[in-house]
């Protein structure tokens, strides 16, 4: 019987990328033993996985990496995937004694370890999830669907509603979550554009139904100011009761809709199948081909190519995102 893991152990975003891995795995080999290793941070995008028999987390801290291995070993896994290069997990699974590991690139650790490798062709660039999907097709999987799933216990789903309830958010209401930081790691409107996408929803919203609930951590003392100002009980920071992943990911379970550039809860609204609306660059390390949300409710903006050309700096030095997507391109797809 195979003993299959998957490790991902970085960010959010990313470990949902492995969640159709772990169900076309499952649905490969319905007998096998399946595992994932991720860092503790991102584990509750795991957390109540139906295919998982196993979820092993690492904090990543140099005193942990011995008792991370004896983890792993203690499950005896036949298979190991290890879906983005991290010279610390490929150590960890050669001393798991795992025989048969499957990395990307030609790491020289990988090489070291005797990884075998699947290797990554970026020119077009793919998306994410296919990458990872390219480790489990390498042990027999077949399959061409990418669809994330992520999923929430029903006892997260009464706090969510209960919560939804306490700040005067109606089980009729339209809820949208604005989730306006990325942390930098992919081009961004700016506070202000939000602001005016926030605006723009509330007075479109002539029926007074719809609720907005403010997500990002990053968000300024300018932008919170101007959107008390508002004077509008529509609008929701949420950001100091929902610390912890669990909560985030409740919320935006609970959700009808979530709008975000690329970044970790525009996966996971994808995961969890609500509406999704996402902004990116049309480069190729930004671009929705490559990192757009998944799924039947995910919609996609890209700038232009034509507008990237005329505004942009071929090299990223000067970058003219801000204009390439309007507030009404986003507000067309909002059920509002």
């Known amino acids: 019987m195979k003993r299959i893991l998957v490790v991902r152990t970085d960010r959010v975003g990313d470990v949902v990328m492995i969640t159709p891995m772990l169900r076309e795995l499952k649905r490969k080999f319905p007998d096998a033993y399946l595992g994932a290793l991720t860092n503790d941070k991102s584990a509750a995008v795991l957390q109540h996985n139906p295919y998982l028999d196993v979820l092993i987390t690492d904090d990543l801290n140099k005193g942990s990496f011995w008792k991370t291995v004896k983890k792993i070993r203690s499950h005896r896994f036949?298979?190991?995937?290890?879906?983005?290069?991290?010279?610390?997990?490929?150590?960890?699974?050669?001393?798991?004694?795992?025989?048969?590991?499957?990395?990307?690139?030609h790491k020289l650790y990988e090489m070291l370890t005797f990884m075998r490798s699947v290797n990554r062709d970026y020119n077009p660039?793919?998306?994410?999830?296919?990458?990872?999907?390219?480790?489990?097709?390498?042990?027999?999987?077949?399959?061409?669907n990418l669809t994330p799933e992520l999923y929430v216990s029903q006892q997260e789903q009464h706090w969510a509603r209960a919560f939804f309830r306490e700040l005067g958010i109606?089980?009729?209401?339209?809820?949208?979550?604005?989730h306006s930081g990325c942390r930098k790691t992919s081009p961004n409107w700016s506070e202000g554009k939000y602001f005016q996408l926030i605006t723009a929803m509330l007075q479109k919203d002539t029926s007074r139904r719809v609720h907005i609930l403010l997500t990002a951590l990053e968000m300024s003392n300018g932008f919170l100011q101007q959107i008390a100002a508002l004077k509008d009980h529509r609008i929701h920071n949420i950001t100091p009761e929902i610390g912890p992943l669990p909560k985030l990911i409740s919320v935006i379970g609970a959700s009808d809709a979530l709008v975000a550039s690329s970044t970790g809860p525009l996966h996971l609204a994808s995961g969890l199948g609500i509406k999704t609306v996402g902004i990116f660059?049309?480069?190729?390390?930004?671009?929705a081909a490559r990192w757009g949300a998944l799924g039947p409710m995910a919609i996609n903006l890209d700038v232009s190519e034509e507008y990237c050309s005329a505004h942009c700096h071929a090299q990223g030095d000067r970058c003219a995102f801000e204009n390439g997507i309007s507030v009404g391109d986003v507000l067309q797809h909002l059920d509002i």
């Open 170 to 178: 109606q089980d009729s209401s339209y809820n949208v979550v604005i």
């Open 281 to 287: 660059c049309s480069r190729p390390l930004f671009c």
């Open 125 to 144: 660039p793919l998306h994410e999830a296919q990458y990872c999907m390219d480790l489990a097709r390498a042990i027999g999987v077949v399959t061409n």
């Open 78 to 105: 036949t298979d190991a995937l290890l879906v983005w290069p991290a010279e610390r997990a490929t150590f960890q699974l050669l001393l798991a004694g795992i025989p048969h590991r499957i990395g990307v690139g």
